[in-house]
């Protein structure tokens, strides 16, 4: 029986429109092409109240950070919704092999828990935060993170994706000041945050202190620093400790870190991001350590 090239045309049109779709949403994802604006007007954030969450309650959102978190065995899931064409795009033939309930909702309903400015791609999964784990876990780790009193999440969730691309061991933050474990934090990581440990600490300077004894030599980058980063790195184990968006590294930080760096930079501006700064400051790094063999 001769085929119907009207059928056949459009299964292929189909599977091609669905491969585009899926580069173009990758590309989102890491960032490299904008998201486009609703179609039609949505609500505020003004109109719309966040659901009171327990403590041990976390809500993530978004196609890569929910397919990261079903894949991370250390994820305690709870529950998962999403629309059909969601769970098309994230690759599930059989929610039942999660063993955990499942419901098909509408962007709608997602949107009345997330909120109209959340982009959750028609998933949503209910989770319980990661284990918590120590800085002795870094020992064998040659290159990590440590943010001091880093606030916005979504900085925090660009520089844990720059981590992970860089390989390095963790992302450390102090418990106060920081963004913890949520949707928005998981969503800027996309998928970065199943990928490496985000160990909050109660104090950083002890934190820096036990990171000395384990043979890191902590850079802290200040647009003032005394020297070049490149000149200052030394060793082979490498914290790169990194201030706040306006303040910088506070007083007490800087008394403790090995040695204060600058990103040396020959245009006006003498300042970066801090997620920017992070990725670049991390390059630096692993030239270093590759250099060290």
Known sequence: ???????????RDTHYATLRRQVRDAKRERGEIPTPGPQKP?????????PKLAPEQVLLYGLHTVRAALDNPERKLIKLSATQNALVRLEISSVENFGIPFETVTPQDLDKILGPEAIHQG??????????????ALKDSPLILVLD????????GAIMRSAVAFDAGAV???Q???????????????????????????N???????????????????????APMEGTLTGDRIALVLGSEGKGLRQKT?????????LDMPGTIKSLNVSNAAAIALYASRQHLAAKG
């Open 204 to 226: 950083l300077s002890d934190a820096l202190g036990e990171l000395h004894k384990l043979g890191f030599f902590s850079v802290g980058l200040d647009s003032e620093g005394p």
């Open 123 to 136: 998933v949503m999964l209910e989770t319980r935060p990661l284990p918590p784990r120590r800085l002795e």
């Open 42 to 50: 949505r609500k505020s954030n003004a109109d719309w109240t966040p």
């Open 176 to 202: 106060r000041h920081s963004p913890t474990e949520s949707g928005v934090l998981a969503k800027s990581a996309s998928g970065a945050l199943e990928l490496i440990p985000y160990i909050q600490v109660t």
């Open 254 to 262: 800087r008394e403790t870190v090995s040695a204060l760096a600058r």
């Open 172 to 174: 450390i933050t102090t």
């Open 149 to 156: 009193q880093v606030t916005d999440p979504h900085n925090v």
């Open 1 to 11: 029986m001769a085929k119907d090239p009207k059928t056949e045309k459009t299964a």
